[in-house]
Structures are given as C-alpha cells and as structure tokens.
C-alpha cells in the first residue's frame, strides 16, 4: 500500500479533497505536525463530504515520528525544486509520498538530506510555480498506484 503524508497542511479544503481521494483509494493519510487549522473544520468535512469514516488517517508529531510509524516505508519528497520526474520514481508497495505546505513546500534542509528522494511534476509553463497541493497529490498518487498494479483486477 502506498501512504501519502501531508507535512503541516494550511488550506482545509486542500485537506478534505485529499481526504477524500484517499477513502476512494484506499490510501493511508498522514498528517504531520500542526495543520493550520482544526480537522474537524467545516471546511475539511465539506470537502470530503461523508467520506471521513473511510479515511484512514493517523497524525504524527514530526518527520520523525511518521518514520517511528512506518519504518518499512521510503520516502519520497515532492517538490518543485527537483530535477527527477515523479515518473521516473520506481514506486513500491510501502511507499509515502511526502508534501509540504500549500505556501512553503517542505523545507531545503530536509529536501538537501534526502535529494535521492526528491522528485517533482514537471510543468510546461515556467511562469507557473507549482500546482494546487490537492492536484498534486492526486496527480502523483495515481501514478504510484499505476505502477504497483492497484488497479489490475
């Protein structure tokens, strides 16, 4: 199973859509450090409308204690700042795709200890700077899912 962690999310909509998306694929969501807003916002349930009961959500402190919580999984950083592809990542069952806030991404210091593990969304207009956080987990989740056979029946 592949694990798609939020690292302190900002925009509650953002988080119920990826919630959602989550219950639709089975797919554990992590929340990590201080969201910057309550989970049980008004905004976040109307987003994942009557989904939340098949969400499989769990909250960790830190980085640290998300590793402590899946210690057979690699992670793998999104950001705009790196060269590789998402898809060029060989994705494998266990994996957990890390993201950043809507309004920082993830921090330089952790993306430069784990440049292996680095790989972005490629866009075609450079004048863009990044795609909406909940576009992008789904973009990089489905591919993820693709490629460790999810989806064959």
């Known amino acids: 199973m592949i694990n798609v962690a939020l690292v302190e999310p900002e925009i509650p909509p953002n988080t119920g859509n990826i919630a ?3 219950a639709a694929t089975r797919t ?3 929340i990590v450090g201080v969201a910057g807003f309550r989970l049980d916002d008004r905004a976040v349930r109307r987003a994942g ?3 939340w009961p098949e969400v499989q959500l769990s909250r960790h402190r830190d980085l640290d204690a998300l590793r402590v919580a899946l210690p057979a999984s690699r992670f ?3 950001t705009t700042k790196a060269r590789r592809s998402y898809t060029d990542w060989r994705y494998v ?3 957990c795709l890390i993201f ?3 309004t920082r991404g993830l921090p330089e210091e952790l993306l430069r200890a784990n440049a292996p ?3 972005t969304i490629p866009m075609l207009n450079p004048r863009v700077r990044s795609l909406n956080l909940a576009t992008s987990v789904a973009i ?3 591919e993820a899912l693709r490629q460790t056979g999810a989806f064959k029946s």
């Open 93 to 95: 069952e266990g994996d």
């Open 140 to 142: 990089v989740l489905y």
């Open 100 to 102: 950043g806030r809507e």
């Open 49 to 51: 409308l009557d989904y």
């Open 28 to 30: 554990p969501l992590h």
């Open 76 to 78: 793998v950083y999104l």
């Open 20 to 22: 959602r998306l989550c």
């Open 117 to 119: 593990n680095c790989v």
